[in-house]
């Protein structure tokens, strides 16, 4: 039994491996779709850029005395993570924009 699934599973494997992928067509998917995936993808794209860009604007406000908004590691990291996320948010969107004006 075990041999017979075996070989089975095998066969169904080798055929997904030769099977040709059909391309997309054109207007497979509407244009929001495309550009929400491009939004996504600036999104995602620029969120490790931002985050680098706010935890070194922290640090550097911190250096001139600034007072730290708390003690604790992990609600300054959220803190950061948001504006991060904000700016890459206000990337996206201003690519958007942008990009309806062509």
């Known amino acids: 039994m075990r041999k017979t699934l075996l070989i089975f599973l095998l066969l169904i494997l080798s055929f997904s491996l030769t099977?040709?992928?059909?391309?997309?067509?054109?207007?497979?998917?509407?244009?929001?779709?495309?550009?929400?995936?491009?939004?996504?993808?600036?999104?995602?794209?620029?969120l490790p850029l931002t985050f680098l860009a706010s935890s070194l604007a922290y640090e550097t406000a911190l250096s001139f005395g600034m007072q730290s908004w708390t003690n604790d590691d992990t609600t300054r990291t959220l803190y950061l993570l948001g504006s991060a996320a904000a700016f890459s948010l206000t990337i996206a969107i201003i690519d958007n924009i942008m990009g309806e004006n062509e």
């Open 19 to 46: 099977a040709e992928p059909l391309a997309y067509a054109h207007d497979e998917f509407p244009e929001w779709a495309h550009e929400l995936r491009r939004g996504e993808t600036i999104f995602f794209g620029s």
